[in-house]
Each structure stands twice: as C-alpha cells, then as structure tokens.
C-alpha cells in the first residue's frame, strides 16, 4: 500500500485517539452536553438554527453523491465529462462506505452505546459509556453520529481538488469541517449524541475518504476540471 495513504492515516488515527484519551480524562463528554440539559428536557436543541440543522439532516450529502453518480454515468456518453469518471465514483463510494456502511450499519446500529438523553445523568436509565466501551447490540445508537458524518462528507470536494486547485480544495476542506461542527452542535443541544460520538464521525469519514483517494488514484492523476468548472 501506499506510503502517503499510511502516513495521513496515522497521523488522523492518533488525532482521534489522543483527542478520545483527552475528552474521556476531562469528562468533557458528560460536562459539554450538561448545560443543555434542563428540567429533563434538552430545549435549546428545538431552536433555531439547531433544530433547522437536524432537518436538513443528511439530505445535502445525498444530492452531493447523486451528482457525482450522475458525472459518473453521464462519463461513458460523454468524452467531456471522461475527467469526472474517477470523482464521481469517490463521491458515491465515500458517502455509501463512509456515513452509510462504516458509520451507520457497522457501528452506530450495533456498538450500543446509550445516546446523552437515555443516561441516568441525564433523566434516563442506562449508564453512561466510553466510546471504547461496547454496550448491548441493538440498544443504544448514539457512536458515532450519523448526522455529523453526513456533514463531514461535504468535505469530499477536498480530495477530488486537493491536487489541481488548492485554493478551491481549502474552501471545501472549511466549509465542510463548519458544517460538520455545527451539525455536531445541533445534536449534542438535542441530547442525541456526545462529543467524541461527533469526533469519530469525521475520523470515519476521513479515513475512508484518504483510503479511497489512494484506491482510486486520484493522488496521481489530473481527474478535477480547472477552478472554472466549465465543462
């Protein structure tokens, strides 16, 4: 496997394991959701812009990948679209791998972690758990969070531009980590997840995404159009 594909991974997955290390050593996860807990409900999260955030939800993400399925197919009719045919396969294999297999299917539907809101701290009746600590299949849903790493897969573009324009490959890069933080705001004002469930939704989405920019070569070819997107 590639050096550059290893050496970003380590460097990611240390991220996620001293900022993990650190937020369960301050119990950061208990003392950031506390001040939104009130006379056992979690109000600020039906605010605005929280609650506008959760409805939106993954819905961008979707329209992201379906654009790049639509560049994908549209490339097999069209000699002019030929250089979005490795991207828009990326868009679709990251957002069904990243938020929907890795995220979704594999962790969120069986590690069992409890959710802030079903915590005894918290009014609920399950105890609370560490994001290294597996609870009962089935019965808790709150790591990582589905909804954070819907936002963070807006960072894609980054990956497709990081080589051929790195200033447009910036402006993803920070428009979709803002997004991803607020949408994690939005769900730890809810009760609906825990800081670190936030932070491994982006470690899983970003790792996937360095494995596919590798996998699929888009560290060695020129496969994203000039900054005028002109096709």
Sequence with gaps: MKPGLWKECAVVTVVLVVATALIAWSNADLAVSAPFYAG???????LFPWHALYRVGPSTAMVLGLIGLAA??????????????????FLVFL???????????????????????EIVQFGGQKQFLQP?????????????????????????PFFIYRRTNKRLARLWLTGGVV????????????????????????????????????ILGLDRETTAPPATGAC
């Design 179 to 214: 997004f991803g933080v607020l949408m994690s705001v939005a769900r730890i004002t809810q009760g609906g997840h825990f800081l670190s469930d936030t932070l491994w939704a982006w470690g899983m989405v970003h790792l996937t995404a360095l494995f596919l920019y590798y």
């Design 72 to 89: 994908y197919l549209i490339s097999f009719c069209r000699q002019r679209f030929m250089r979005w045919r490795r991207p828009g396969i």
């Design 132 to 156: 290294w600590q597996k609870g009962e299949d089935g019965k808790g849903r709150s790591f990582p969070s589905g909804h954070s790493s819907a936002a963070f897969y807006m960072t894609a």
């Design 40 to 46: 056992g409900k979690w109000p600020t999260g039906d």
């Design 95 to 117: 957002l069904a791998i990243g938020p929907g297999l890795l995220v979704n299917a594999v962790f969120k539907d069986h590690w069992g972690r409890p959710r802030p809101r």
